[in-house]
Each structure stands twice: as structure tokens, then as C-alpha cells.
């Protein structure tokens, strides 16, 4: 099998331009390969399958379509990878006149042109299903559409667990308090159902999922998903693509699952660049938002600065988050709370730190902007009635939303952004919110997923200093933003969540990752000091450090009272800082690397190590990068069991090397020690272990 730096990056036709015509055009196989490698169709009374032989870079595959039922069961060397739902489900269904049907059996078949096409009747009277597989070496497309049915929407379900597990999604929806304080890893361990999965989402979502079969799946749609994984312990996943459309997919067929996340990068893309500096990979950002919430003002923020400095905790910028304005969307400061703003500024400036202000383009109804927007034509419109401006409800208040397709509108509110910059000496901003709502109308030409993109060319203007921004859907990997996920209570549960949501973000395509702010938010109490110092130390094994509580006292905003941590926190908290930049150099080679080749930096340990079984499920340690396996503490109390997958790893607490696989039980760790470990043979190792070193022997002793 080829390696994948000798795999084509790039894939010349991009999923969001096929259409059946063009993918009846394609070739039976990938060009140069002769007929005897080609893939044939076979029949028996029962089923029609579609084989793929295996080629260089390829393991080959089946599809075997039981013509009774229109199931597909996709197998790679004698086993099943993936299998789409029996019984009622059903693997293709659609929804008319508001009750579900599904495709049953096949009526009549063809291969031509490398295309193999099936007719199927359905549960409802007259009305047929047409579906067309088009396979490539490692993939195949599938596109299936309803025949005068009047259907509004289409899906594909799967069984779970013919596939494995599942990954994959981006932040998820669930019962249990997702995607704020429950992560599920894999999905298929919780309860996934998201109704409103699509571009216009604030969570960071993507419609691909991959398996540890080696298997993925990309849906190529612009429109709002309902998306279920294991809702209701169902045992299904259920794709539905809210349109009565064209259903179009990809399902990838590899020999690993890192490999499915490679072919998916070649479809959406890779980073263009890294959009945070060295720095601001090295040191953490200093947020507001979780040490004050909106009770901010001058005086608070710059004895926050000073605290930090004075402690000796490193950090490259001191933000000021939510609250600075004269009234949301006026884009100006209110005197009554930050009296001298420059003043400020110029203060934050002489500590060594830059100066970031949080910023969103929606407009309150009752600032000075909002009018002067709406009578300029400069917000998105009404859906049921384009002559008004569409009005969104959000967590402090009522607002319109700056429409980013209108180029005057654009360049209005980039220059409220520049003169900030200009008059206070702004550096950078966090953009928060979302670029469009799906209760506006989109200007014409334009659909939900291009606000993204204009959302995405808006903020490449600036600075965002390591707080990113929360872009997605398919396509806006390319941007190169660090992703900042969703706020986190300030509980182990939420910790726990925010490194499973790293996994799961980094995993669509997004590598420059972050959890949200050490210590967590959403309005909960203070984090205790176990919980801040561990988060701090999960995060200083992750690509960026994004902080806001401060191990030097904050504030309790459920009480209004302020909290003091002891010497002890401040000391460990500036430890795993320090550790973070001592790690700098080898995060960075990570960086370029993912601008290279997309490739996560922060990755679970299957990706590297497909063959270990037990790695499909461990959910408290991770890879940073090929040599450095982190396995910190998410929890109470002082020991851990360690997971070390095949290979040679050296344990840099404690100076030893050890032999995986193998699970080290009952490790001690004190509130001192990060557990992680090196393996000694991957590229970058060195670098890694004189960065995390703390005592003991070189690297190759027994």
C-alpha cells in the first residue's frame, strides 16, 4: 500500500459539482488502470455486486446490493464494513405528506459506463426510487433520489454497529448535555440527534463520519441535516437531508481509518496556513469572559493583567470578551465602565501583552447602529417578508444580523473594526455569533454555506489571536483557523467533553484546536482548583492554551463573590504554561505539517496505531502529533490507568522506557505530574522529550 505522502492531495472534481450526468461519465476505475483491474458486476437471484479490486494505495472492496430490500452492505476482504438498516428503517427512506417510506425492492439494474444504476419500489403507491453507485478505488459515490412522490426529505440510515464504532460529526447534541458538558467517544457510546446539523448551526459540525472499520461517510449537501447516532439506543445512524433533492454521498473504503480522514481532506481541503502566529501556538489568550462574564469594566480588566504579569504566567494577549460596548453592535466603548479605553490599552501594551476586544455582527434593536444598518439596507431580510430586516433572539437580546453578501454592508462594518484598531489600539478580535440564521433569507445566489465562507473571508482580515473562530462546514478547513469549541461547564464532566470534542473537531478536518477556556464557563461556579489545575495541564498537551479563569483569584458568578486559589495553584497552573512553550518548537513542526498535508495534530491513538484494538476506545489520551502520547488526569484523585499502544515509549516523569502494548495500572499521579510519553522512534521524538523531560535516564535505557 502506498504511503499517504505519496497519495494524491487533491481531488479534481469537487463533491458540490457532480452531478448524475457527470458521475455517469465516469470511469469504471482510476485512470491507467486496465480492464482486468477494472470493477465488475455480478448477479444471482438475490442481489447484484459491485467489486473493486484492490490496486496500489487501495485494499479493494464489495458492494452487494440484496435486491428484495435495496440494503447495501459494503465488505473489504470477506467482512462487513458497512451495512445500511434493515426491518422498517429501511437504508433509503424519505418523508411525504409527513410520514416516512422507504425503498424496497429492486425492480431492474444496470452497469454501463462505469455506473451501476438501480430501480426500486416503495412503501408508497407509485412512487419508485431510483439509485446510481459509482465506484473509485477507495470510494464510491452514491446519489439516490424519489420518482413522483412529492417527497420533502431523503436520508440513508446504517446499522451501527456493522461499522464499528463512529466518529466523526464535529460538536455533538445529546441528552446527557451536549455539546456543553457530555462529548460522546465514540458516538456510538452515547446518544447523537441533532435536527438542526447544517451550515447555519452555531456548533462546529461537519457532515462526515468515519468508523473503525476504516469507512466514512460525506454527505454533499448545503441544507439543514437531521442527524441521529444511537438516538434512543437504537443501534442506527440516520443521515436525513432536510430537501426532497438529490441525496448525494461518498462513502470512503480504506484499509484504516487515518487514511478515510486523508481521502475526506482531499475532498474539502487542507489548511491554506496557519492562521495563529508561533506565539500564539507557545502562550496561552487571556480571555474575559470566564473570570467576569459581563460584570467588566476597566478597573477589573487591568487588575487582571497585572495579576497575571506579576505572577509570572506567560500569555501573549489579555482579551476583553463580552460587555465593552455602549450597547450591543454599536461597535463603541461605554465610558461609564471603561472611561479611558486608549489608557487601557496602552497599559495592557506595556506588560508585553497585545490587546484583543470580542466583537459579533449582530446588531441590538436598540443601539444607534441598528437603525442606521436597516435604513442602509445593510442587514439580512426578513424570510417571510423580504421588505424587513430579519430578527434573531440571542443571549443578550434581540438583534439584525449585518448581511455579509452585501458588499457595502461588508465594508461598513470592517471600517467600525479598523477604526477601533486605529483609535484604541486594537490587534486582534474574537468574532462570536454566527454569519447567518436560518429564520433570514440569503441574498440571492447565495445559500447558507456561504456565509460561512463570507464569515470565514471577513475575519481573515484580522487578528483573531488564538481564539479563532467557529467556522465549518464542508470547505472551510482550507481557511486555516484555530476552532474554538462550544463554552464547557466548569465540572471533570466538562473536561472530559472538551478533550473528546478536540478529537472529534480535529478529526473533520480542523487541527489547530482548542478547548474552551481552562477551567471551563457556561455560568457555572468557579472551578475548583483540581479541576483548574488539571484542565491547564490537558491543555498544555494540546495544540493552543485558551484561558480565561486565572489561578490568582476570579470570580464566582453565581454568588457574586470573588474566589481565591492558593499558591500551589498558581504554581502548577504557570508550570503546565511553561511546559506548553517548552513544547513550542515541536507543536510547531506539527503546524506546518498539517498546512502540508491536513493531517490532525491532537488525533486518537488508532490513527497511529490501527492495529492496537483497545486504542478504538480510549477517550482520556491522545497523540500529539507522531511521538508524544498525552494521557493526563480528567478526574479526582491521584492515580490513573495508562493505555501505551505498540512500540517503545519513554515515560517522561519518570525516566523509563516502556513496552507496549500495555496498560500501566494504577499510575500515581500527584498534582504535579502530567502523564506523558514519547515514542522513542517517531519523528520529532528528541525534540519532545528534552521539552517534557522531568527526571531520570536517556531515552533508550530499559
Given amino acids: 500500500m502506498l504511503s499517504w505522502r505519496d497519495r494524491p492531495v487533491a481531488i479534481a472534481v469537487s463533491l458540490a459539482t457532480l452531478t448524475l450526468g457527470s458521475l455517469a461519465a465516469m470511469p469504471a476505475a482510476d485512470a491507467g488502470t486496465n480492464a482486468a483491474a477494472r470493477p465488475r458486476v455480478t448477479h444471482d437471484a438475490r442481489s447484484v455486486t459491485l467489486r473493486v479490486p484492490a490496486s496500489a494505495g487501495a485494499p479493494g472492496y464489495s458492494v452487494k446490493v440484496a435486491t428484495d430490500s435495496l440494503s447495501i452492505t459494503t465488505t473489504r476482504g470477506g467482512h462487513t464494513v458497512l451495512a445500511t438498516a434493515g426491518g422498517t428503517t429501511g437504508g433509503l427512506r424519505f418523508r411525504a405528506d409527513g410520514a416516512w417510506q422507504r425503498a424496497t425492492k429492486v425492480t431492474g439494474w444496470s452497469w454501463k459506463n462505469g455506473v451501476l444504476r438501480l430501480d426500486a419500489a416503495t412503501t408508497r403507491d407509485g412512487v419508485t426510487a431510483e439509485a446510481l453507485i459509482t465506484p473509485k478505488s477507495d470510494r464510491y459515490a452514491l446519489s439516490w433520489d424519489v420518482k413522483g412522490g412529492g417527497a420533502d426529505r431523503l436520508g440513508l440510515a446504517f446499522d451501527l454497529r456493522s461499522a464499528g464504532h463512529w466518529y466523526g460529526h464535529g460538536e455533538t447534541a445529546t441528552p ?20 438542526a446539523f447544517g451550515p447555519a448551526s452555531y456548533e462546529v459540525v461537519d457532515p462526515f463520519w468515519y468508523t473503525s472499520s476504516a469507512t466514512g461517510l460525506l454527505v454533499d449537501t448545503g441544507e439543514v441535516m437531521d442527524v441521529a447516532i444511537n438516538d434512543a439506543n437504537d443501534g442506527l445512524g440516520r443521515f436525513t437531508v432536510d430537501s426532497g433533492g438529490t441525496y448525494n454521498a461518498t462513502v470512503f473504503v480504506e484499509a484504516n481509518p487515518f487514511e478515510v480522514y486523508r481521502d475526506h481532506t482531499g475532498v474539502v481541503g487542507r489548511p491554506a496556513k496557519s492562521d495563529a502566529t508561533y506565539r500564539q501556538f507557545a502562550e496561552p489568550l487571556w480571555n474575559s469572559w470566564a473570570q467576569f462574564y459581563t460584570n467588566v469594566d476597566q478597573a477589573k480588566l487591568l487588575d487582571y493583567a497585572q495579576r497575571l504579569h506579576d505572577n509570572g504566567i506567560p500569555g501573549h494577549t489579555i482579551q476583553l470578551d ?17 472611561p479611558d479605553a486608549r489608557a487601557m490599552s496602552d497599559r495592557i501594551h506595556a506588560m508585553g501583552y497585545d490587546f484583543g476586544i470580542w466583537v459579533t455582527l ?19 431580510k426578513d424570510k417571510a417578508d423580504p421588505t424587513r430586516p430579519c430578527t434573531v433572539s440571542w443571549w443578550n437580546g434581540t438583534a439584525g444580523i449585518v448581511d455579509l453578501a452585501d458588499p457595502e454592508a461588508k465594508a461598513w462594518y470592517v471600517g467600525n473594526l479598523k477604526k477601533l484598531m486605529s483609535t484604541y489600539r486594537v490587534d486582534g478580535f474574537k ?53 474554538r469549541q462550544v463554552d464547557k461547564g466548569t465540572g471533570w464532566e466538562s473536561l472530559a467533553a472538551a478533550v473528546s470534542q478536540n478529537l472529534a473537531i480535529s478529526t473533520i478536518g480542523y487541527p489547530f484546536v ?21 484542565w491547564a495541564q490537558a491543555s498544555s ?29 498558581i504554581d502548577r497552573y504557570r508550570d503546565a504554561v511553561r511546559a506548553h512553550g517548552r513544547l513550542a518548537p515541536y507543536i510547531w513542526d ?33 497523540m500529539l502529533g507522531p511521538a508524544v502520547l498525552a494521557a493526563p488526569k480528567l478526574s479526582s484523585g491521584a492515580t490513573r490507568d495508562v493505555f501505551l499502544p505498540t512500540g517503545r515509549w519513554f515515560d517522561v516523569n519518570r525516566g523509563r522506557v516502556v513496552r507496549g502494548p500495555t496498560t500501566l495500572r494504577g499510575y500515581r499521579v500527584p498534582l504535579d505530574v502530567t502523564p506523558a510519553f514519547v515514542d522513542v522512534r517517531a519523528a520529532g521524538a528528541a525534540k519532545a522529550i528534552g521539552a517534557l523531560r522531568r527526571t531520570g535516564v536517556a531515552p533508550g535505557a530499559r
Fill in 176 to 195: 446527557g448535555g451536549g455539546p456543553y458538558t457530555d462529548q460522546p467517544w465514540p458516538l456510538d457510546a452515547g446518544n447523537v440527534h441533532d435536527d
Fill in 322 to 338: 463580552d460587555r465593552w460596548e455602549s450597547n450591543y453592535g454599536n461597535l463603541t466603548f461605554d465610558t461609564r465602565t471603561f
Fill in 362 to 380: 449582530w446588531i441590538n434593536l436598540d443601539s444607534t447602529n441598528y437603525r442606521y444598518a436597516a435604513d442602509h439596507g445593510y442587514l439580512l
Fill in 431 to 483: 468574532f462570536d455569533t454566527r454569519f447567518f440564521d436560518d429564520s433570514c433569507a440569503p441574498d440571492e445566489g447565495y445559500g447558507r454555506a456561504d456565509y460561512q465562507r463570507l464569515g470565514a473571508q471577513l475575519a481573515d482580515q484580522f487578528d483573531l489571536q488564538g481564539a479563532g473562530i467557529r467556522v465549518h462546514w464542508s470547505g472551510s478547513q482550507q481557511t486555516g483557523f484555530v476552532i
Fill in 514 to 534: 482548542e478547548t474552551d477556556m481552562v477551567g471551563g464557563s457556561l455560568g457555572q461556579p468557579a472551578p475548583a482548583k483540581e479541576v483548574l489545575i488539571r
Fill in 541 to 569: 498537551l494540546m495544540p493552543l492554551m485558551y484561558s480565561s479563569t486565572s489561578p490568582a483569584g476570579t470570580n464566582d458568578t453565581t454568588t457574586g463573590k470573588p474566589v481565591s486559589y492558593d499558591r500551589e495553584t
Fill in 590 to 622: 506539527q503546524v506546518k505539517h498539517s498546512v502540508a498535508t491536513g493531517d490532525p495534530i491532537m488525533r486518537p491513538l488508532f490513527f497511529d496505531f490501527p492495529r492496537d484494538a483497545a486504542a478504538y476506545t480510549v477517550k482520556d489520551e491522545w
